[in-house]
């Protein structure tokens, strides 16, 4: 897709929560998790989704060609080195969509470069080669400098004009290490599209990490440069500090089009819902106070502020919660409400059930009911958040707990299934969550080092529900789990199995080959 064919103020929103997102540590998402994020951010009108690394293991390659098979409006993308074979495999996976993609990639710059132990000559040839061969599989071929923002700009002009050459219609750029700053990412894509020839003819993309808290300034500035799609996640999702935020970038051209007059055509009162959801599989919780989708994102706690919003909500809030779809009417529920007023909250919370998984849920929320006075928002999100740990399907499942605990000594006595067998285990520890992790641990042996274990109440009083974190590390895996309960015990323990359940899967996943194991893929 050429530069010239697209209206000049629109910005393509490319996301990759399920390949760069996807790759925090402890992030591992499920298949069918993949398959509904993707479904989630195809309804929202994301216009690339990058599905995954094909190449990488046989479950990255199932991911993204069953998302290819299923995707409605979004191209779909993978992701291959500068190797033909990667290449290939990545076609083999997109090529079902309606409107595939191909994206190869090569560190450009002098650390990157030291790597395969190319020179630049060398490097030039492999560039020519890998791109073109993508471009004779589909028309659609995106490529990347890797550690863009660290190569030496003559040499960077150099390959990207031999990318374009080769068939590239999407150059990205990426600050693969979140070095630069706001200036100097304008200054980048200014220097590309004034120095390289046929850069008026494609579409520059800017992929931005957030080491130093920038990348959603980062990622605008270039966009005001000439750029016109950006690459980014739910959330933010990504390693290390994490990627551009794709609710942070959308809105801040949504509410400042007096100087940022771009359109994109992401529905935004579908971002809460896929931001809890993201929060949910990813087993990372949103913070506080993250910008637009944080829980006090829209709260105000002093007088004169307090006083201001009920006189005139423009006084401060730039945005109204409506607009990422956030209901504005916390009504509490309680143990009266049927199944069909239950349905509808959870709609307007942004979760649609089926009629099984509905009847699951309402069983949950009459327990939770009888213990609680008042169920509010915050309370039924917890709860579907909850409703997929401690499943069925779960290798390891907690079936029953009793804790004795005081001033004379801490033990507890569980009960557990394990791949459907149940065993059971009392024992003592200092505290009674340190006692019911030493039953897990003695019913199911493992190595696994508690890396997180954090606490927090959902709602205000003694019946609030807790949310447990828990973030376990094996091998150098890590598998992170939350599970909530109105009982910090019982939620603490369904959040440890949790994670024991995420580590075993990271285990059994197909390992890459030896090759890719060797070789950073990280843009």
């Keep these: 897709m050429a530069q010239t064919m697209i209206d000049k103020n629109r910005v393509l929103i490319f996301d990759t929560t399920l390949r760069d997102g996807e790759q925090s540590p402890g992030a591992t998402m499920t298949h069918d998790e993949k398959l509904e994020i993707a479904d989630l951010l195809d309804e929202m009108g994301v216009d690339i989704i990058e599905a995954g690394f094909p190449i990488a293991s046989e479950g990255d390659f199932e991911a993204v060609s069953d998302i290819a098979k299923r995707a409605k409006f979004s191209t779909i993308c993978g992701l291959a080195r500068a190797k033909l074979p990667d290449i290939d495999r990545c076609w083999e996976a997109v090529q079902h969509a309606k409107s595939p993609r191909i994206h190869t990639f090569i560190g450009t710059s002098p650390l990157h470069r030291a790597i395969p132990n190319l020179t630049m000559d060398e490097m030039a040839d492999v560039i020519h080669e890998t791109v073109s061969h993508a471009r004779n599989l589909c028309d659609n071929v995106q490529w990347s400098p890797m550690d863009a923002t660290r190569t030496e700009h003559d040499y960077l002009c150099r390959v990207v004009e031999i990318a374009i050459k080769a068939g590239a219609t999407t150059i990205n750029i990426p600050d693969t290490v979140g070095y630069t700053a706001p200036t100097e990412s304008a200054d980048l894509i200014r220097m590309l599209l004034e120095r390289v020839p046929g850069a008026d003819e494609i579409i520059f993309a800017t992929h931005c990490h957030n080491d130093l808290g920038m990348a959603t300034a980062n990622a605008l500035a270039a966009v005001d440069a000439g750029a016109r799609q950006i690459e980014c996640t739910i959330n933010g999702l990504g390693e290390r500090a994490g990627n551009t935020a794709l609710e942070e970038v959308v809105m801040a051209m949504k509410v400042r089009q007096d100087i940022m007059p771009y359109q994109t055509h992401i529905d935004t009162t579908k971002i809460m819902n896929i931001s809890r959801r993201v929060a949910q599989v990813s087993g990372f919780p949103v913070q506080f106070n993250k910008a637009i989708v944080g829980k006090n994102a829209f709260l105000h706690e002093s007088g004169i502020h307090q006083d201001g919003v009920l006189k005139n909500v423009e006084t401060f809030e730039i945005m109204k919660p409506a607009d990422i779809g956030l209901?504005?009417?916390?009504?509490?529920?309680?143990?009266?409400?049927?199944?069909?007023?239950?349905?509808?909250?959870?709609?307007?919370?942004?979760?649609?059930?089926?009629?099984?998984?509905?009847?699951?849920?309402?069983?949950?929320?009459?327990?939770?009911?009888?213990?609680?006075?008042?169920?509010?928002?915050?309370?039924?999100?917890?709860?579907?958040?909850?409703?997929?740990?401690?499943?069925?399907?779960?290798?390891?499942?907690?079936?029953?707990?009793?804790v004795v605990c005081g001033s004379d000594g801490q033990e507890a006595e569980l009960k557990m299934l394990v791949d459907g067998e149940e065993k059971s285990s009392k024992c003592q520890g200092d505290g009674p969550v340190d006692a019911v992790f030493n039953c897990v641990k003695e019913i199911y042996p493992t190595q696994a080092k508690l890396k997180l274990y954090q606490v927090h109440a959902v709602t205000e009083g003694t019946d609030a529900q807790a949310t447990v974190s828990v973030r376990l590390e094996e091998d150098g895996r890590i598998g992170t789990g939350a599970a909530s309960d109105t009982d910090t015990i019982l939620a603490s323990v369904k959040a440890y199995v949790g994670a024991l359940?995420?580590?075993?899967?990271?285990?059994?996943?197909?390992?890459p080959d030896a090759d890719v194991k060797t070789v950073s893929y990280k843009l």
């Design 327 to 402: 209901n504005e009417a916390n009504i509490a529920m309680g143990k009266h409400s049927g199944r069909a007023a239950l349905r509808a909250k959870l709609k307007d919370l942004g979760y649609e059930l089926g009629d099984n998984q509905l009847k699951d849920v309402f069983v949950r929320f009459k327990a939770l009911a009888d213990r609680k006075k008042e169920i509010y928002d915050e309370d039924l999100i917890a709860l579907m958040t909850d409703s997929a740990a401690n499943t069925a399907d779960d290798y390891l499942q907690v079936k029953w707990l009793r």
């Design 501 to 511: 359940n995420r580590l075993r899967f990271r285990s059994q996943k197909t390992a």
